[in-house]
């Protein structure tokens, strides 16, 4: 709630919910999940972050505002994780297509770490085990990796095993820019739903794409100094 860019930007809305309930319902189409989890800050102004995940019928768990990485370990522990599939609540449009692809490489490969490179920015997730997770927050000391939960495992190959997976030429378009952290990130996600007037669970990466290539006047590109 409590951004510097865009603040209270998880309870803005899209179409009749909330940029955060709107992502839950996405989540739920991953079959692969057992467990939903919001984990937020125990500040007052994230008590409202606490009732979107309530009336959506998904846990959450209250930690640490700045030691994100600590608050996942501790959520994670509250339903026995052995996978977790890490999601930013300002990426409304994340994929369940590709986190089921990230899932299902993670057990095949019996990795600590996976990710896919090449998608438009807000459309990926992360999997990572649990010890890896654990491990990671016993030895990551920078504010950097306390807040950023995977940034120890991704620059540690040597301590962990990392699993990069490459977007599909379809979905490789890394200069589109679907996350939501300036006003008119959140305009362009309002636009996109509303022009495609899809369900809220089934609005495909593939129809988010080609009406931004339809639509490049009005397409968000990204670029380093807002990364």
């Known amino acids: 709630m409590g951004s510097t860019r865009l603040s209270r930007k998880s309870i803005m809305k899209i179409n009749d919910d909330t940029l955060l309930g709107y992502l839950i319902k996405r989540v739920r189409c991953v079959e692969a999940l057992d467990s939903i989890i919001v984990a937020t800050s125990n500040k007052q102004l994230d008590l409202k972050i606490g009732e979107i995940a309530e009336k959506h019928n998904v846990n959450v768990?209250?930690?640490?505002e700045g030691d994100v990485l600590d608050r996942f370990v501790k959520s994670a522990r509250c339903v026995n994780a052995e996978l977790i599939v890490r999601i930013t609540a300002d990426n409304p449009f994340t994929?369940?297509?590709?986190?089921?692809?990230?899932?299902?490489?993670?057990?095949?490969?019996?990795?600590?770490?996976t990710w896919m490179k090449g998608l438009p920015?807000?459309?990926?997730?992360?999997?990572?085990?649990?010890?890896?997770?654990?491990?990671?927050?016993?030895?990551?000391?920078?504010?950097?990796?306390r807040e950023h939960v995977t940034s120890f495992i991704k620059c540690k190959p040597q301590l962990f095993k990392i699993n990069v997976l490459e977007a599909p030429c379809e979905f490789n378009y890394p200069e589109y820019r679907l996350t939501v952290d300036y006003?008119?990130?959140?305009?362009?996600?309002?636009?996109?739903?509303?022009?495609?007037?899809?369900?809220?669970?089934?609005?495909?990466?593939?129809?988010?794409?080609?009406?931004?290539?339809?639509?490049?006047?009005?397409?968000?590109?990204?670029?380093?100094?807002?990364?």
Do not use: W
Not at 98 to 108: A, G, R, Y
Not at 121 to 141: F, N, P, Q, R, T
Not at 189 to 211: G, T, Y
């Open 95 to 113: 994929d369940p297509q590709i986190m089921t692809t990230l899932i299902h490489s993670q057990e095949k490969k019996n990795v600590d770490y």
């Open 61 to 64: 768990f209250r930690g640490s």
């Open 121 to 145: 920015v807000g459309i990926g997730s992360e999997v990572i085990s649990m010890s890896a997770l654990e491990k990671a927050a016993a030895l990551a000391i920078l504010p950097y990796d």
């Open 183 to 227: 006003p008119e990130d959140y305009q362009l996600v309002r636009k996109i739903h509303e022009c495609l007037n899809s369900n809220d669970k089934f609005l495909s990466l593939k129809k988010i794409i080609q009406f931004l290539k339809e639509n490049p006047t009005i397409a968000r590109i990204n670029r380093r100094e807002e990364a």
